[in-house]
């Protein structure tokens, strides 16, 4: 049996090509895992044996006649649960699109098996990507690989733990506030949020749509590069995806960071919240910068002490508008014996949602109600402006700014669930990338010296700067010998 | 009661309209925001995609040929052209609408501050206000011009007339979601149902003219809605207003306004008060009804739409898009009283309607420009009759261009009289026949030849020494039975005026 948790989505690629192993031996390698482990983990609310194995016989096929395998050839791959494929099921782990079949194909996973990866199934979320914990799934929370009693972060909580556990190669995730870096801080994994307008949003479920981008999870650096290549790119389908010249973001990938202008983020260690063990993390990082010839300054960022309150206004305004598409009169559940099509709406929503759902569908109805809109929305959105005002202003004197990407390592289920305020602070660093449309990498750290548990360095660049930061974040990868392996699959590898 | 009730209250009130009309971008090829088919009907539900049904996932794409056409509209009606200007989410929750919230434009319309003059003709509606006499121009201000996305069709199943009330279910169509709508509003400037009408008329042609729409009031791909209040005259103030829906045609918003004027004037006499509500016009019952349901007070969460990037637009582009208006019928009506020496009711009625108009020029470029006034004379009357008649428009009939033309030569030769001309048309509308043909085939051709008319006048006064007498006696109208005679024993086809000209000659001898 291959152990596809040693090898990287090149690796596998190139054993296909090579004829170490056959694309259907990977296939069931990742399916097997995902039989041994996910019982426990529930990173998976639906496995697509079929259709990976539908796609393994391709590649065998091109194997036996001779084709050039394209980059992911063979490389088991799963999806958040919010993004459109056909052949399954997207249910934003929301009882009211419980069942939900896809009739059409998400841009950046229709990419992503262009490039020969094989889907292996989709990943447990919070629901509608409400929440830093994967606690919020209508289908139950996903556990963390390294503690089976705490949570893998959120929202895409199922796709970081999906790779963490070994169970997929690479994962496709989504980022509004910190949907795909806080949770690969919290299971260790290597997690990027492009640049807003660099992956085409069109078929992943919207949250908030000035915000949300789509980006990989994987163990190496490098193989997030080769997943942001295949998926980037102008989409017709989005008129907010940017037309620029394909670039191949491995290419410089390990040239190192001598003279790289490295900006630590000093006021905000001084967040509520930020634990010892992260805050020393990030002098270690900044050390092994400078060790690494960078040159390494330190830098403030005033207005991103209103990221989080603007994010909280923006996000469920937007989302209130999105999420009103689920009515109960097209698709997805619909309420039974209602009186009349308001009761309708009434009931199939009140059914259908979870509570985080409506808490910020009704925070974004009244922020966008008349004679509110210019004192929350409006204000919002002037903070938002200064917040990019900050960045811009930090960017013309570095090329890349380090946080850390939560304050916290991964928290025990259920810690955090009754206190909606606690829960959102673990945003507090990568929300502001959000609403400011930069780039930003999760790269693990090392384990916190006091619980043990991963911890993740953020790495910030400006606009379609991801070439930049995946370069710093392979040489502070290098240079940290981090081993992505939790305990629990330590175990089933033997 | 109507016209004459409406006049009558007209004299000591005054009615304030502004008008909101919904147009579809029915001549583009795709929808707003995706890229299915723009076409009427069709089985339900199969013009549709992910975007247009509002699936999970699915984004808008502008269609920028939408945003063209709502800039060239602008610039027809004398609006000023945004530099800056973007989409705005509507949020209410309809079934019609797959998104429950639609696409539309808020504080920044592509277009606005326009102006459009409407031409009253006094012999044709009436002026209806007493401070205008006989006809006039009125501008009418127009506020704004923006795009949105239609909403689907609801069909209400087990109520009455296919209306929501008393509905035991409801089928939804989405082919029209997400068909570009173009709303334009003015400004309260229109007094009178007349004129209501005549701006909507003229919009239409405008439209029409530009190519935006096929601008159908049946079918819905133009729809007037009317804001409506009355004051007394003198007073400066606004009343309270009453909005009118379903008005499908041209007559039934001139009816609707009419009635709903004199509604809100007798409430007002008779003390009451006017309810600001959406009222329904219902043309076969004549009256307005109050509708309910939809209208709450709605607050509809506008905010910018988070999917679209906002549009800049530079004056060049704006220059191009100019450079592509065609004449429009302000121009056109201009031009057909210079070139081809029009009276201006000839010259409304012909470029008042595009095909007409067309039609007009066809003939005259064959005919010849010296002949454009019998020729605007054969489609104002014949042409314009048969087409009432049959309820037809031009291109159903068998009747081409040149076929005027050549009908209006055959008279200005003097091959046939003008009656004659009559019988050819009726003949070449029910044939297709080439009207030279059918003269010749019918033997129509009119004798002028003086020799053989004069035979026969000398015959006729000859046989007929009473009525010369009393001719010579000062009884000119005896003339018309010579005229008669003559044109008898001819078989109709003697030239007239020569006829006149010799029996006149030789009775005054």
Known sequence: MIDLSRLTATQIRDGIADKLFTAREVAEAALGRIEALDGQVHAFNQVTAELAYAAAERIDDAVASGVVLPVLAGVPVALKDNMNLVGTRTTCSAAILEGHESVYDCTAVHRLLEAGALPVGKCNMDEFAFGSSTENSAFGPTRNPWDLDRVPGGSSGGSAAAVAAGMATLTLGSDTGGSIRQPGALTGTVALKPTYGRVSRYGCVAFASSLDQIGPFAKTVEECAVALGAISGKDPMDATSVDRPAEDFTAALHEGVRGLRVGVVTDLLEAEGCSAEVRDSISAAAEVFASLGAEVGEVELPSTAHGLSAYYVIGPAEASSNLARFDGIRYGRRAEEAEDVLDLYMRSRAEGFGPETIRRVMLGTYALSAGYYDAYYGQAQKARTLIKRDFETAFSRFDVLLTPTAPTTAFRIGEKSSDPLSMYLSDIYTIPVNLAGNCAISVPSGLGAETGLPIGLQIIGTHFAEAVVLRAAAAFEAAVGFDPTPPLVREVQG | ?509
């Open chain 2, 1 to 509: 009661m109507a016209k004459d009730r409406l006049r009558e209250v007209l004299e000591e009130w005054e009615a304030v309209i502004g008008l909101e009309v919904h147009t579809e971008l029915t001549t583009l090829a795709t929808k707003m925001f995706c890229g299915c088919p723009v076409e009427f009907g069709g089985e339900p539900n199969t013009r549709v995609c992910p975007v247009c049904l509002g699936l999970p996932g699915a984004l808008p794409v502008p269609n920028e040929a939408a945003i063209e056409a709502t800039v060239l509209a602008g610039l027809a009606t004398g609006c000023e052209i945004a530099p800056w200007s973007q989409f705005h989410r509507k949020n209410y929750f309809y079934p019609d609408m797959p998104k429950n919230y639609q696409i539309s434009q808020y504080d920044l319309p592509f277009c606005s501050d326009g102006m459009v003059e409407v031409d009253i003709e006094a012999d044709r509606g009436g002026p209806q206000r007493p401070d205008r006499d006989g006809d006039y121009v009125t501008p009418i201000g127009i506020t704004r011009i923006h795009l949105e996305e239609d909403t689907g069709k609801m069909v209400h199943v087990g109520g009455s007339e296919g209306r929501i009330a008393g509905a035991t279910h409801s089928h939804v169509d989405f082919n029209r979601a997400g068909t570009g709508l173009m709303e334009l509003v003015t400004e309260p400037d229109i007094r009178t149902p007349e004129e209501a009408r005549r701006f909507a008329q003229k919009l239409r042609l405008i439209w029409l003219s530009l190519g935006v729409s096929d601008c159908n009031m049946e079918e819905g791909s133009m729809r007037v809605d009317a804001n409506v209040s009355v004051r007394r005259r003198g007073e400066t103030a606004f009343g309270t207003k009453a909005e009118i829906k379903n008005m499908n045609s041209f007559k039934s918003l001139h009816d609707a306004l009419a009635h709903e004027i004199v509604r809100q004037v007798e409430l007002l006499e008779q003390g009451g008060s006017v309810v600001q509500e959406t009222r329904h016009w219902d043309a076969g019952a004549k009256r307005t009804s109050s509708l309910r349901g939809k209208e709450e007070a709605h607050d509809y969460r506008y905010f910018p739409e988070p999917d679209m990037v906002p549009f800049e637009f530079s004056a060049e582009w704006v220059e191009g898009v100019r450079a592509k208006l065609p004449e429009l019928p302000d121009a056109r009506k201009a031009r057909f009283m210079a070139d081809y020496r029009l009276p201006a009711h000839d010259a409304t009625v012909l470029t008042g309607d595009l095909t007409l108009a067309a039609f007009f020029e066809a003939a005259v470029t064959i005919a010849g420009v010296e002949r454009a006034k019998p020729i605007s004379n054969v489609i104002l009357n014949d042409l314009s009759m048969l087409l009432n008649a049959e309820g037809i428009s031009v291109a159903e009939t068998r009747i081409v261009p040149s076929m005027v033309a050549e009908l209006v030569v055959l008279v200005e030769d003097g091959v046939i009289s003008s009656k004659q001309a009559k019988e050819v048309f009726a003949e070449m509308a029910e044939t297709g026949d080439a009207p030279g043909a059918i003269v010749e085939l019918r033997g129509m051709q009119q004798v002028s030849d003086t020799g053989a008319i004069e035979a026969v006048v000398d015959r006729v006064i000859a046989a007929n020494p009473a009525q010369v007498e009393q001719y010579r006696g000062g009884k000119q109208g005896v003339l018309g039975y010579f005229v008669g005679q003559v044109m008898r024993e001819m078989g109709g086809q003697a030239n007239p005026t020569v006829v006149n000209e010799l029996l006149r000659e030789k009775l005054d001898a």
